[in-house]
């Protein structure tokens, strides 16, 4: 797993730290891990034009001494700088090694300097940033953009919340972040993530100075030790029953790819039950399924057999009947997953207390919303601010419903009141296309059928879903049937990465 820390928890572990060296002593070992990741970058240090894009914090300071090192390996270093003051012991250690310290004004010259440069690099803020990037440092950023020279961030890209991932106004596109002493949330989370590039992390000797994570990223060794049935896991989950209370007349699809997602996943039997026509559907597709036609549909009766846990929702409808079947569901003792129009019935003003259900709740709970439907869960933010800040309002929702959330969307979070944040790194706009989500509930349905707890179940069955999304084609755009065809995929690339001597980064 990766790491995440908030500012307030680096800041103090490295207040911690600094107590204990010499003055400088972490700056220095930031700058040298950056300069070496930049000198990476380049065909020569030698002759290479490098722009330092600085501002008046640390931030500057790391990169003007990154750019002294750039510079006595004969690198021709410039930097502009923004904001009040610059780190004087940066700015007089550039200039002792013959290159430029002077402030940035939009001149033509200035503009010629990143157009002409082979490499920037930004110093304009780091954990130190508040708020949209103020002038001149926006300026700075777009012509940045517009320059053709890879851009490499320092701890992160300037104008996005390191905390959050939030991005208000301009911020800088990263190529490459080289980020110090842990990653920062911000860095694993759209909007933010979408900036940063590639993420390296350079060791300033924080670690032992840093408690649990904030935010963990698994890597496809982390999901290989997860799955139900591979190696030493092999008799810690029973292949479970998981039914599935998904589709309707109006989205009978709903139900072909929720018991596919589950089927493909791997699951002892799937139970399902709806309307007949739906019934007959899934039937032609997964013959395996055992059918139970449901009309009405408000039978809590689940089956022949005991169900391990239960998905309810995806394409289901909102009427009175589907409500009762929601609420029978809720109050099973099972593991239960509440998708799309039953997260809708949940945020209803109907007085029947789904919500309150689901708080009520003593066996694990897991609420699959994307943007919207969590906005309307939470009832007083629209889907915007969701976006903007996916993991705040992830955790909001499961402190609220006191349960674990999988927000969907650009950057998948989990969240559960007494755990952790996880996020989801195999995330890809190819699965942006409608019934995705259905596939996404089977497949963590099967998970915690198998008995894998909830958040782990969650986690596991986004990642699988993404990585699904790009083997079913290679990268090519997918349906969400194709996606069905990527999960054994998947699956056997986890398995992989799980063998010793095999790892994968995730
Ligand atoms: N604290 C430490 O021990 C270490 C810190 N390091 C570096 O220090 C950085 C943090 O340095 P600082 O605390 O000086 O903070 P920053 O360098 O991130 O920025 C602080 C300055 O930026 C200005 N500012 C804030 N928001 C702005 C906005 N939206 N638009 C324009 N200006 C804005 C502030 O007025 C302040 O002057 C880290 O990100 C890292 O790069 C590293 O050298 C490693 C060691
Ligand atoms: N821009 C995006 N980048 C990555 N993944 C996305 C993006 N948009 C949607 N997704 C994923 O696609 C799936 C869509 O699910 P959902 O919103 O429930 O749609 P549907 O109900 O049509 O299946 C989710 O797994 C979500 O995380
Ligand atoms: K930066």
Partial sequence: MLNAHTVDVVREAEGALMARLPEGTLMRRAATG?????????????????VLMVGSGDNGGDALYAGAGLARRGAMVRALTAGSRVHDAGAAALRAVGGRVRAFTGSGADGADLFGADLIVDGLLGIGGRGGLREPHA???????????PVVAVDLPSGIDADTGEVAGHAVRADLTVTFGTHKPGLFIDPGSERAGRV???DIGLGPELPGSDVLRPQAVDIAGLLPGSGAEADKYRRGVLAIRAGS???????????GGALRTGVGMVKYGGPERVTDQVLARW????????????????GPGRAAAVVVGSGRGTDSGEADELEAVLDSDLPVLVDADGLTLMSGKDGRGLADR???????????????????LLGDVDRGDVEARRLEHARRAARSFGCAVLLKGSTTVIAHPDAPAVVNPTGTPLLASAGTGDVLSGAVGALLASGVPVVEAALCGAYLHGRAARLAHGGAPISASDLLDGLPLAIAEARRAGRPGDHHEG
């Avoid at 009309?295 to 689940?302: E, G, V």
């Fill in 34 to 50: 950056l300069a070496v990741e930049c000198a990476r970058l380049l065909p020569s240090v030698y002759g290479a034009r490098i």
């Fill in 139 to 149: 300026e700075l950023a777009v012509q940045a953009a517009n320059a053709p020279a």
């Fill in 200 to 202: 390296r992390l350079v």
């Fill in 249 to 259: 007349d109006r989205f009978r699809g709903a139900a072909v790819l929720a018991v």
């Fill in 287 to 302: 013959p395996e399924t055992v059918a139970v036609p449901l009309d009405p549909r408000r039978s809590t009766d689940l």
């Fill in 358 to 376: 689901v708080r009520d709740r003593s066996a694990p709970t897991l609420l699959t919303p994307h943007a919207g439907e969590l906005a309307r």
